[in-house]
């Protein structure tokens, strides 16, 4: 009878060591981040991320993949306050207006005082967390001597084929509108017909537009100054290079926020505190191919040193993006008769 009440016992207190833990489980608050298929993809940052973000917050951090970032704003816009993402990562400068004027966004409370970028950044809405800048890539032992200015590419021989992406489903492809229109102004019109003989294809997104000039479709590909970094440090391969250009090239920063609805924003913000800590910051150079916003006291990987430095960086402000967009999608259709 003992025994059988210590079995009883021991039973009994091993269900509730299990129940104890299961309910721990179950009670670990999710925080939801939807974000970009390249972020969340095998080799890509999201991975490593979550495991270092949950090794701190108690809680089950969840990645919503979306194809882009066009695709993240669309998302939110049209599921509005009842949206189940906390967090959207992966959206750029050219699109923090739009967002922004859904009303979807609040700040969040992380000092920007700290961060390193060219230029200055006061939006509290909206967290950089890399940047980079468009350029065009070519094979050098394929395309000895690229266009080194967009006067070059522009006067060209039309026989030179380059690939490009679409300014409505790429942020990309929006980003090299942007760098011409910040060049040519009220002449971009003329400068899109000058280069749409040279055009190959115009593509839904990077990859299909960086796959094809692997394959050798294309002589140049839009794509950014650190892309040659994937291929010197993964491939050991140096042939890929970006072409400086005498203008400046066009600068893409990528930011996060939160959404007013978020389910727990005090993890929300800590989420935040974290996409500028150190730990994830160290991340971005080799696993989202950018350069971080905060960088590590050790300096960049040593290839780094070898990448296109532009002379100037090109933004258009963001507002005058908002209001021009459509306007200019409409000019660059036009003229490459799409």
């Known amino acids: 009878m003992r025994l059988s009440s210590q079995i009883v016992l021991c039973l009994v207190l091993t269900g509730m060591a299990h129940w104890q833990t299961w309910a721990q489980e179950v009670e670990k608050p999710i925080l939801t981040v939807y974000t970009t298929s390249s972020f969340v993809a095998e080799n890509g940052v999201g991975p490593k991320a979550e495991v270092l973000f949950e090794e701190t917050c108690d809680c089950d951090l969840q990645f919503v993949e979306v194809e882009d970032s066009t695709g993240i704003l669309d998302r939110v816009r049209s599921e509005g306050d009842s949206s189940a993402a906390d967090i959207i990562l992966g959206i750029d400068n050219a699109l923090v207006v739009e967002a922004q004027n859904t009303g979807l966004i609040a700040e969040h409370e992380v000092d920007m005082g700290k961060l390193n970028l060219p230029l200055a950044w006061d939006n509290q809405r909206f967290l950089p967390y890399d940047f980079g800048f468009f350029a065009f ?6 395309t000895p001597n690229p266009p080194k200015s967009f006067e070059q590419l522009l006067e060209a021989d039309d026989s030179l084929k380059i690939v490009i992406q ?27 017909s000058k280069l749409a003989p040279k055009i190959h294809a ?16 294309a002589d140049l590909v839009l794509s950014y100054t650190t892309s040659p970094a994937f291929h ?12 400086p250009f005498k203008e400046g090239h066009g600068m893409q920063i990528e930011v996060a926020a939160i959404l007013k609805a978020a389910k727990d924003p005090v993890l929300a913000n800590l989420f935040m505190q974290f996409l500028a800590g150190e730990s994830f910051q160290a991340l971005i150079p080799t696993n989202n191919w950018m350069y971080p916003v905060l960088f590590p006291e050790e300096g960049l990987p040593a290839v780094f040193r070898n990448l296109v430095r532009p002379v100037k960086s090109l933004m258009i402000d963001a507002q005058g993006i908002a209001d021009n967009k459509a306007d200019w999608i409409d000019e660059f259709n036009q003229r490459l008769n799409r």
Do not use: H
């Open 137 to 142: 890539i070519y094979d050098k032992l394929r």
């Open 166 to 192: 679409d300014p409505q489903t790429s942020t990309t492809g929006l980003g090299f509108l942007l760098w011409v229109k910040a060049l040519y102004g009220e002449n971009a019109a003329a400068s899109w």
């Open 202 to 217: 115009v593509t839904k997104d990077w990859s299909e537009a960086y796959q094809m000039f692997l394959e050798r479709e």
């Open 232 to 243: 010197m440090i993964v491939e050991k391969e140096s042939k890929y290079q970006a072409s």
